[in-house]
């Protein structure tokens, strides 16, 4: 195994992802196998390679920053889980 | 027979729009016709997630008012369905997870948008792996999609509910995204075709991110000009997608029966190594010398990198997802988890519970390449990697106008036979991501049956090269009749 069950478990954390006991030697196992897949890549010569930016070797366009009003928040907040007066409800996080 | 109902589903878009022009049935009888297929071979198949008849219905009966007005475009009353990946405005939009079980979305993508101001009437959602995240389909929260040319089979994946759908003449055209070869591969798991544009030649505006710097939308149908005809109309400009590039959009179909004397088609040397399927090698041989025969000339090419762009796809895509699949929790839309503590463990519990095996892999291997004292070592090591890659095609381009080869390594496998490896799994898109990494057009065409399964060859071009490989998989369609065989019990 390349990846040991600690490291795992803090990657799950890293990514806020709860994984059951039953799921985690199953998820071991598999991520490991993945590591060891794209280790391939250490074996390429690219010691005078740029890294690929883009594509299409373009830049990002950037747009003004000015409000596009067309945002409806009421229809957007449908499909909240819960919200109040506009407001996204979430656990308390403030004692 | 053209008054037959039981005879449209057979026909081609462009076939169908002759139809409509002259009256000869109404959007609204061709509506209710492909429905009534989708209700019960498309529940067989399980190729749908949403069927959209109300929407359906009235889109199809303003079709007909405007046609009878004299106010309708020439798309106008036909048939298409969606990859449930496309925010679809009033329609559930699930992207094949739990997480987006419940998600509305408020807008239309972009591509979903110029389609329907067109005047396409959308059926439905198809159903495909979690969040494009598959190549056989298995990954969905909502079940496998069933192969029409074998059941026990996959179609591929991820867009494997739009692939099947076309091949099973359910409707004549679907949308659909690549990522590493989520449309080619399962069209040639179906024998459809499968186009994936350029990257930045269509918007992805309102599709769900899952790569953004690979991801890229199409369309699956059963013939070049078909696809031809949709590429016209979903591509341009978008300012909305900042990477949506800004260039004149040409009209496809006009140059679709442009000889293919003085062709040249680069074979590359590396495709037909081990790992190809000797019956789909034989098939994509014989379809390469139908090109020959029909006036191309074949060069052999080398992509040296070849063996690299799997390894590379599988460090820069995850890397990719795992930032794009954080905006998902559980506060804003979708999936909640009940009863969470505190709001790191409602995030950790949503998102446990929200996604799948796959997803969850995916977005861990992303969060491993990304973390500190990994990053140089991986993703930055994968970009380089990429750019290798796309010099490989650069300097193949230098030589030949297109590439052609296989499109998947083997037809279609049984459903089951590779869920538990990720890495077979992963290997399956060899000869497509490649096109991904450096942002390529590429199309499958289907190119004969090995027992009795379709196989795909593939063409792919330079940047902005789709006009040039949709009129060579048209010129292979005009002298080939593979595209018009139909898996049997859906004729």
């Known amino acids: ?39 391939q890549l250490q074996a390429a010569a690219t010691d005078d390679v740029l890294p690929m930016a883009h594509p299409l070797d373009l830049r990002q366009r950037l747009r003004p920053d000015v409000v596009s009003g067309d945002i409806d928040r009421e229809a957007i907040q449908r499909n909240a889980p819960a919200v109040r007066d506009g407001f996204y409800l979430v656990p308390k996080v403030l004692e | 027979m053209s008054d037959d109902p039981n005879a449209w589903h057979g026909r081609s878009l462009a076939d169908l729009a002759r139809g409509l022009e002259v009256g000869e049935f109404r959007a609204r009888e061709l509506a209710e016709a492909l429905l009534a297929r989708i209700r019960s071979l498309g529940l067989e198949l399980n190729a749908f997630i949403t069927v959209t008849e109300d929407e359906a219905l009235a889109a199809a009966d303003a079709a007909d008012r405007a046609r009878a007005g004299g106010t309708a475009g020439p798309l106008a009353g036909l048939p298409i369905v969606h990859k449930d990946l496309f925010c679809t405005r009033g329609v559930l939009t699930t992207c094949g997870s739990r997480i987006l079980g419940n998600f509305v979305s408020p807008y239309d993508a972009t591509v979903v948008a110029r389609l329907r101001t067109a005047g396409m009437v959308m059926l439905g959602k198809t159903n495909m792996d979690e969040f494009a995240m598959g190549s056989s389909n298995e990954t969905s929260h909502y079940g496998p999609v069933r192969n029409p040319w074998d059941e026990s089979r996959s179609p591929g994946g991820s867009s494997g509910g739009s692939a099947a759908a076309v091949a099973a003449r359910l409707v004549p055209a679907a949308t659909g995204t690549d990522t590493g070869g989520s449309i080619r591969q399962p069209a040639a798991l179906t024998g459809t075709v499968g186009l994936k544009p350029t990257y930045g030649r269509v918007s992805r505006w309102g599709m769900v991110a899952f790569a953004s710097s690979l991801d890229q939308a199409g369309i699956i149908t059963r013939t070049a000009e078909d696809a031809a005809l949709l590429l016209s109309v979903i591509a341009g400009f978008d300012e909305r997608d900042s990477t949506c590039v800004d260039r004149p959009v040409p009209d496809y179909v006009a ?41 191309a000339s074949l060069l052999e090419v080398d992509l040296p990198n070849l063996d690299l762009s799997v390894p590379a796809y599988y460090v820069v895509a995850p890397a990719e997802c795992s930032s794009n699949l954080s905006r998902f929790d559980g506060v804003r839309f979708g999936y909640r988890a009940e009863g969470a503590a505190n709001l790191l463990d409602l995030y950790c519990r949503t ?36 750019q290798l890659i796309s010099e490989d095609f650069r300097q193949a381009f230098g030589q030949v106008d297109v590439i052609a080869g296989p499109t998947a390594p083997t037809p279609a496998f049984a459903l089951g036979e590779k869920v538990d490896d990720p890495i077979t799994m992963y290997l399956n898109d060899i000869y497509t991501i490649g096109a991904n990494l450096a942002g390529l057009p590429g199309v499958s065409v289907p190119c004969g049956f090995a027992d009795g399964l379709p ?23 005009s002298v080939t009749d593979w595209h018009s065989a139909c898996p049997g019990g859906f004729a």
């Open chain 1, 1 to 39: 195994m390349s990846l040991t069950r600690d490291q795992v478990g803090h990657i799950a954390l890293l990514a806020r992802l709860e994984l059951q006991d039953d799921e985690f030697d199953d998820v071991v196992d598999k991520l490991s196998r993945i590591v060891d897949f794209v280790d």
């Open chain 2, 255 to 295: 140059g679709l029966s442009r000889p293919l004397k003085g062709l040249k088609i680069g074979i590359v040397r590396q495709h037909f190594d081990q790992g190809l399927d000797p019956r789909c090698a034989a098939l994509v041989r014989a379809g390469l010398g139908v090109l020959r025969d029909h006036g």
């Open chain 2, 351 to 386: 998102r446990g519970e929200g996604f799948g095996a796959e997803v969850k892999r995916r977005v861990m291997t992303g969060t491993y390449v990304l973390s500190a004292g990994y990053y140089d070592a991986y993703y930055l090591k994968a970009q380089k990697v990429r």
């Open chain 2, 455 to 477: 196989v795909g060859l593939q063409l792919v071009g330079p940047h902005f090269g789709e006009e040039r490989i949709l009129n060579v998989a048209h010129r292979y369609q």
